[in-house]
């Protein structure tokens, strides 16, 4: 099993940017696959990014392509989400998970491991 913890979040003004990471406890952090995820009031869940165990593929949300850099530390065991260029509509709870390599990694249904999300507001 793997733990997460997400930090980070806060508020911030259109344009400006923000940092996420999400720190794993456990040894086996780098076979992992990782995903960001996020949740707005009143809406679904919906996939950010991801990043394959070695850090050499990125996969990321049309909305976010070009705006949202992810990438990890398998020595710190971390994973993170550089955002920039915010918008108000990336306001949302944003989550870390993580799932084995060779999922769908665009699918929260296949991510059996999640922290409890850090909170990034986007003002205008």
């Known amino acids: 099993q793997v733990q997460l913890v997400e930090s980070g979040g806060g508020l911030v003004q259109a344009g400006g940017s923000l940092r996420l990471s999400c720190a794993a406890s456990?040894?086996?952090?780098?076979?992992?696959?990782m995903g960001w995820f996020r949740q707005a009031p009143g809406k679904e869940r919906e996939f950010v990014a991801a990043?394959?165990?070695?850090?050499?593929?990125?996969y990321y949300a049309d909305s976010v392509k070009g705006r949202f850099t992810i990438s990890r530390d398998n020595a710190k065991n971390t994973v993170y989400l550089q955002m920039n260029s915010l918008k108000p509509e990336d306001t949302a709870d944003y989550y870390c998970?993580?799932?084995?390599?060779?999922?769908?990694?665009?699918?929260?249904?296949?991510?059996?491991?999640w922290g409890r999300g850090t909170q990034v507001t986007v003002s205008s």
């Open positions: 990043i394959s165990w070695s850090g050499g593929r990125t």
């Open positions: 456990g040894r086996t952090f780098a076979s992992y696959a």
């Open positions: 998970a993580a799932t084995t390599p060779g999922r769908s990694y665009y699918s929260q249904s296949e991510y059996p491991y």
